[in-house]
């Protein structure tokens, strides 16, 4: 297979990481791990598993229970000083410019970003669609949606100096079809992708890569606040054509595809980790068989 490396950047080989792997000496930000159960924690151990770089995004909260499990976290892939480690909550320009910021200083170049971030008001989002509020619609759109175009556009500049990069998200495909109770996060997923597609086109000629993960119920802190998870999991395993959920390993690997040489000339995709269940037009699977 003929691949075409990217320019090599300045620290090659992820510390503790297999020299070789798909992702040496790539720089990847990873935001949005929360605990050991986000997905973004999926996406950072496969990265880190093939030799990336890693610096990690948290967001501050009142008891810093956030940053905590993120250091606690990143102790177990390697030496902290290895990582860098950096607040920043999506609703704050500053905070974004001075990450980026930061990551400029030391890397001098990016060649992945992983926007893991999606919040709904929780009483939004046990609201019936028509009862959303004003305030919670626009919450979740600017967190879950509009945050993927402030960091791509202070993203772009460093991923542009090195010859391009890999830019993704998370989505969740309560888009082409409703799916009760996703209510305003739903919409949110929309403008994301949609989103996601006019960055593409955007940033195509700097040879910045914008897709999206559109992943399975996965039990997630965010997702708790989702009413029905589990009977949308209980779905995936007794319907989904692979009869199986979803991990955050799983996602990992499409994650390392994406910010590999492997997907250089994919761009403003979705690409389905859900078991296939997206194909289903009818849920016909869903109702026991009989007689
Ligand atoms: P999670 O709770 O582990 O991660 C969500 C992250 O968003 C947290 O780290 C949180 O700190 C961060 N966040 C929220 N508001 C923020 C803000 N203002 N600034 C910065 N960060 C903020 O849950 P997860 O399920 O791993 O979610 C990651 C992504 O995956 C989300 O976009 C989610 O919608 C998407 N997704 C999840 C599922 C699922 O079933 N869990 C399925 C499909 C897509």
Redesign the pocket.
């Known amino acids: 297979m003929n691949v075409q490396a990217s320019q090599p950047s300045e620290q090659t080989v992820a510390p503790g990481a297999p020299a070789g792997g798909l992702l040496a000496g790539k720089k990847a930000l990873v ?5 050991k ?4 924690w999926g996406i950072a151990q496969a990265m880190h598993a093939q030799g990336a770089a890693l610096a990690f ?3 501050e909260e009142p008891k810093g229970r ?1 940053e905590r499990n993120v250091r606690e976290l990143v102790a177990t892939l390697g030496s902290p000083g290895d990582f860098l480690l950096l607040p ?4 704050d320009d500053s905070a974004i410019e001075s990450l980026f910021r930061h990551v400029a200083g030391r890397w001098k170049g990016l060649d992945a970003l992983a926007h ?4 709904a008001d929780r009483d939004d989002l046990n609201r019936p669609f028509s009862q959303i509020s004003r305030e919670g619609y626009k919450l979740a759109m600017e ?2 949606a509009y ?1 993927l175009n402030a960091v791509a556009r202070a993203a772009a500049p460093l991923m542009a100096e090195q010859g391009g990069g890999s830019i993704f ?4 495909n309560a888009v082409e079809k409703a799916v009760p109770g996703y209510s305003a ?1 739903a919409a949110a ?1 929309a403008a994301l992708e949609v989103g996601a597609r006019y960055l593409a086109a955007e940033l195509g000629p700097s040879k910045i890569r914008v897709n999206t993960i ?10 708790s606040a ?1 009413k029905g ?1 589990s009977a949308l999991r209980r779905w995936t395993e007794e319907t989904a054509p692979l009869h199986e959920n979803i991990t ?1 390993e799983d996602v990992g690997n499409t994650a390392v595809y994406l910010a590999s040489d492997l997907s250089r000339m994919v761009t403003g995709n979705t690409i389905f980790v859900d078991s296939g269940a997206h194909v289903l037009a009818a849920q016909v699977g869903a109702i026991e068989h009989r007689g």
């Open positions: 935001m949005g791990v929360a605990d159960h986000s997905i973004a995004t948290y967001q956030i920043c909550d999506v609703t893991c971030i999606a919040f967190i879950s945050s998200t998370l989505t969740y996060m997923k559109s992943a399975g119920p996965v039990r997630t802190l965010s997702a989702v998870i955050i």
